[in-house]
């Protein structure tokens, strides 16, 4: 005979609080588009948990780096994405093209 197996009630409840706390409430995703070699919005608000996503509107392949911190390649006519993992200030550039220029702010949620 086989056994149900039971989950008693309360660790649901724990479950269900841990899923919730560490899911960011209302995370957005925030678009900035690379066209004619720049970055637009050129100045970024957001919150740990958002998503960025650079749509790369040229025919040649760009970056947004941060000199000694996270870069993400963003091919031609594509588009690629972070998700933010803390709070920062950050300028950021294109190594292939450095007059291209960013800001972003992160806070907390």
Do not use: Q
């Amino acid at each position: 005979m086989r056994r149900a197996l039971t989950v008693p009630k309360r660790h649901l409840w724990i479950a269900l609080a841990l899923i919730i706390s560490v899911t960011p409430a209302n995370a957005e995703t925030i678009e900035v588009t690379i066209e004619k070699l720049v970055f637009s919005p050129a100045n970024v608000e957001a919150k740990v948990g958002d998503t960025i996503e650079w749509v790369n509107k040229d025919v040649f392949a760009h970056t947004a780096t941060v000199k000694g911190g996270w870069e993400v390649t963003i091919p031609p006519k594509s588009s690629a994405k972070l998700t933010l993992k803390k709070t920062e200030t950050v300028d950021y550039f294109c190594r292939f093209h450095p007059n291209m220029k960013g800001h972003m702010t992160v806070t907390s949620p």
